[in-house]
């Protein structure tokens, strides 16, 4: 299977902010192609969302935050 690689766009983030457009700030490239989305689900082998990333720019977190990762998996954290 080939890699897939998800980009966070930080400029197309500022810049909805700035102009209040609501363009996809996520790039999911894979086998030579880019697609944009505002909302991504990562699945398992099973086919069972494992992951989802989320721009919520009218509803961001309470610390402010408005791209984020949501999981019910455990992660784990490395230095």
Request: positive net charge.
């Amino acid at each position: 299977m080939a890699i897939t690689r998800i980009h966070v766009n930080q400029h197309v983030i500022r810049a909805n902010g700035k102009t209040g457009d609501r363009n996809p700030v996520f790039t999911v490239k894979s086998r030579g192609k880019n697609n944009y989305a505002q909302t991504v689900e990562i699945y398992d082998e099973e086919g069972v969302v494992c992951a989802r990333l989320v721009y919520s720019p009218d509803k961001p977190l309470s610390c402010g935050a408005k791209v984020w990762i949501e999981t019910n998996n455990l992660v784990k954290l490395y230095d």
